[in-house]
């Protein structure tokens, strides 16, 4: 089974500031990586992917990821950060073959203050 | 491409009454998906349809739940004799067969309030 752990629940930082978000995963098999972004009272929405290929990926809205076998980390970050940043953060797990069920982290609010 | 829709979007039920929520996925996916999210906690996995069939339920969805999507386009998810650890946020997305498969849209959620 696979399981997703985002150590920090929550995560103060000033606008402009880099922020880094933690995402380790544990799973016996290959698996697709992702982090989704919610808004209040929204649903989820998709900030970028890891399939194959290069480690290092680029999503929407600035930010970025890296996927570290070797770690079993999938960090995401962003260089400058935005008010409008502020919001709650998942990474999630899924199998690369069948039907691709998400396996979510529990998240991490990301607070950014003027 | 109107997205994903869900109905309705909130939700309040005294115990021990059923209740029915409703998805739309976006035209043309094939694969539907629903997910229960509790506060401070992730989504978590209850059942997943192909067309018509449904494929795998999570054993989170007891016998009080069931879905169901007849020809395979919108999905009801319905819970009988709720309870208030049923409260939470249902979360319905689609996904098309394919390459794209992995990618998963989801809608804007019903809130389920128990009291």
């Known amino acids: 089974a696979q399981s997703v752990t985002q150590l920090d629940s929550q995560v103060p930082v000033f606008e402009e500031a880099p922020v880094e978000l933690r995402c380790n995963y544990s799973?016996?098999?290959?698996?697709?990586l992702f982090w989704y972004v919610q808004y209040p009272n929204q649903g989820l929405q998709l900030l970028l992917k890891?399939?194959?290929?290069?480690?290092l990926v680029k999503g929407i809205n600035g930010f970025e990821a890296e996927f570290n076998k070797s770690q079993t980390s999938f960090h995401l970050r962003k260089p400058s950060v935005h008010i409008s940043d502020t919001a709650e953060y998942f990474c999630?797990?899924?199998?690369?073959?069948?039907?691709?069920?998400?396996?979510f982290g529990t998240g991490t609010r990301l607070l950014v203050s003027p | 491409d109107t997205g994903v829709s869900q109905d309705p979007r909130h939700k309040i039920t005294k115990r021990g009454q059923n209740v029915t929520f409703r998805c739309d996925p976006i035209?043309?996916?094939?694969?539907l998906y629903w997910y229960r999210q509790t506060l401070g906690q992730g989504p978590e996995f209850l059942t997943y349809?192909?067309?018509?069939?449904?494929?795998?339920k999570s054993r989170l969805l007891s016998d009080r739940f069931s879905a169901e999507r007849p020809k395979g386009s919108f999905s009801t998810l319905e819970i009988q004799r709720t309870e208030q650890g049923d409260s939470a946020m249902y979360l319905c997305?689609?996904?098309?067969?394919?390459?794209?498969?992995?990618?998963?849209?989801f809608g804007p959620g019903t809130r389920l309030t128990v009291t």
């Open positions: 997305a689609s996904s098309p067969i394919g390459q794209k498969g992995y990618e998963q849209y």
């Open positions: 799973s016996s098999v290959s698996v697709y």
């Open positions: 890891y399939l194959s290929g290069s480690t």
């Open positions: 999630a797990v899924s199998l690369n073959t069948g039907f691709q069920k998400l396996v």
């Open positions: 035209s043309e996916h094939n694969r």
């Open positions: 349809f192909q067309n018509e069939a449904q494929l795998e």
